[in-house]
């Protein structure tokens, strides 16, 4: 399994930011994606999953300022968001589940992670 994930950087308050990342493997099937992330000092968080089948979820605190989606054509997950706020601030990770001989029905459960990718905002 392969998680390869890009964007991130520093962005003022307010700004925009979009995130990608894709996942990919020869022996398993994909059940979902996701992004999580750390702030300082605390623990990894959930952002936003998105399933096999489109489904989304989002974290209370980001809903309506970020958006989770995937373009097919190019088989990559991105993470849009406007509006950043100081408390976007935290290493950001991107989350897939891979599972042999199919998906299982329920929440995705992430158990292959990228390197993840630091964002900044600050004025």
């Known amino acids: 399994v392969q998680v390869e994930e890009s964007g991130g950087g520093s962005v003022q308050p307010g700004g925009s930011l979009r995130l990608s990342c894709t996942a990919s493997s020869q022996f398993f099937t994909r059940c979902g994606m996701g992004r999580y992330r750390q702030p300082p000092w605390t623990d990894r968080e959930l952002v936003s999953i998105i399933s096999s089948g489109g489904a989304t979820t989002y974290e209370d605190s980001v809903k309506g300022r970020f958006a989770i989606y995937k373009d097919v054509s190019r088989d990559t997950m991105y993470l849009q968001w406007d509006a950043l706020k100081t408390e976007g601030t935290a290493v950001y990770f991107c989350?897939?589940?891979?599972?042999?001989?199919?998906?299982?029905?329920?929440?995705?459960?992430?158990?292959?992670w990228g390197q993840g990718t630091e964002v900044t905002v600050s004025s």
């Open positions: 989350a897939a589940e891979f599972r042999a001989g199919g998906c299982a029905p329920g929440p995705v459960r992430p158990n292959y």
